[in-house]
């Protein structure tokens, strides 16, 4: 079988959480024995280019001042692909509308409903490609819930197939900048449905109050000018720590000092970072949004995410008790066997023969 995956992801994405799963789909189906191809040259994404056995089928372009290239590779590769090929592209591309009618066997991953939900007329590429697959993947059953009521896409379409997680301990590499002993982590972009300006606020007296308490953000970008001044307002400037463009070696080790690991997002569809908080024995505490807890269940500990003070109550609950984090521990530890990437890659080998 030979499935066509495209570059794109990899030159928009130096690390994310749909890069990842694209990422560990081709690496999965290589191993099975499928001719499994990303289309384009052209990447700047840690995760291909740190893996030896592919790293050398790529070129670095950290500008993405050659996409066109890719582009017009995928719509040349997408022209020959037969009837017995599988096209998954990683986005919606509106570049790509006349191939998405004309390759016979496409399938597409929607990992979230965000803005679809915030804006009840949105749609566009998303939606176009949802309606002209022949299979939806969504990553978790509040997601195909949204799918369904948004869009009225019928149900039959969509099957749910969960992530999996690409960090443990033994991959635990000290980042170059220094940590403290006690902190709590946030992981990922801070941009408008993660929360992240109410959680500070909500944290803010916690670290203040605290003279040996932290925070590290890891990932996403620097902070923002507007974020800088934020937790400068906040008196919290010595207590905040940002460890942009890490490894997953790096964040491994994050994960695996942290007091807690904290996820405020108003909304998501999935949630990998739950999964790598387990994989690395962190208590998680999470938004009571119906996504975390399809996920997480009686393994996360849960706060109103529209309330600073519930998310102060939560995070300071799990940090002043030791038993409870060790149940949230080791119910993480048990939850985590329910999700994986070879599961994620050997339900995603059916459907794709199912189309075949």
Same mark, same amino acid.
């Given at each position: 079988m030979k499935i066509i995956y495209d570059a794109h992801i990899y030159l928009s994405q130096k690390t994310g959480g749909i890069s990842r799963y694209h990422y560990e789909l081709f690496k999965g189906m290589r191993q099975l024995g499928h001719d499994a191809k990303i289309v384009g040259l052209f990447v700047k994404n840690q995760y291909l280019l740190s893996d030896s056995r592919y790293k050398k089928s790529f070129l670095h372009d950290p500008t993405a001042s050659l996409a066109l290239l890719n582009k017009i590779a995928l719509k040349y590769a997408l022209k020959r692909a037969t009837a017995t090929d599988i096209f998954h592209p990683a986005n919606a591309y509106s570049y790509l509308y006349t191939e998405m009618r004309q390759v016979k066997n496409k399938v597409f991953t929607i990992h979230d409903m965000i803005v679809e939900k915030q804006e009840a007329l949105s749609g566009g590429n998303k939606l176009h490609f949802a309606q002209n697959a022949d299979k939806i993947i969504a990553v978790s059953e509040a997601t195909k819930k949204d799918i369904v009521e948004i869009w009225g896409i019928?149900?039959?379409? $969509?099957?749910? +197939? =969960?992530? /999996?997680?690409?960090?443990?301990?033994?991959?635990?590499?000290?980042?170059?900048?220094?940590?403290?002993?006690?902190?709590?982590? =946030?992981?990922?972009?801070? &941009? /408008?449905?993660? &929360?992240?300006?109410?959680?500070?606020?909500?944290?803010?007296?916690?670290?203040? /109050?605290?003279?040996?308490? =932290?925070?590290?953000?890891?990932?996403?970008?620097?902070?923002?000018?507007?974020?800088?001044?934020? +937790?400068?307002?906040?008196?919290?400037?010595?207590?905040? $720590?940002?460890?942009?463009? $890490?490894?997953?070696?790096?964040?491994?080790?994050?994960?695996?000092?942290?007091?807690?690991?904290?996820?405020? %997002?108003? &909304?998501?569809?999935?949630?990998?970072?739950?999964l790598e908080a387990w994989a690395c024995k962190t208590p998680v505490i999470l938004s009571d949004n119906p996504c975390f807890k399809e996920v997480a269940a009686e393994a996360g500990y849960y706060f109103a995410p529209d309330s600073q003070e519930s998310i102060r109550e939560a995070v300071g609950k799990v940090l002043s008790d030791q038993s409870l984090q060790t149940d949230l521990?080791?119910?993480?530890?048990?939850?985590?066997?329910?999700? %994986?990437?070879?599961?994620?890659?050997?339900?995603?080998?059916k459907l794709y023969q199912s189309l075949l």
């Open positions: 019928e149900k039959e379409k $969509i099957e749910v +197939i =969960y992530h /999996g997680s690409s960090l443990s301990p033994q991959l635990a590499k000290q980042p170059a900048t220094p940590l403290p002993d006690s902190f709590l982590l =946030y992981v990922g972009s801070r &941009n /408008g449905h993660k &929360n992240f300006t109410r959680f500070i606020h909500a944290t803010a007296p916690l670290l203040k /109050g605290n003279s040996t308490l =932290y925070l590290v953000c890891a990932g996403g970008r620097a902070f923002s000018h507007e974020e800088s001044l934020l +937790i400068k307002e906040l008196g919290i400037e010595r207590k905040v $720590i940002a460890c942009p463009n $890490i490894t997953d070696s790096e964040l491994a080790c994050l994960y695996c000092k942290a007091k807690a690991f904290v996820f405020p %997002s108003l &909304n998501e569809g999935f949630g990998i970072p739950v521990i080791k119910k993480g530890t048990s939850r985590l066997r329910l999700f %994986s990437w070879e599961k994620t890659v050997s339900q995603t080998d």
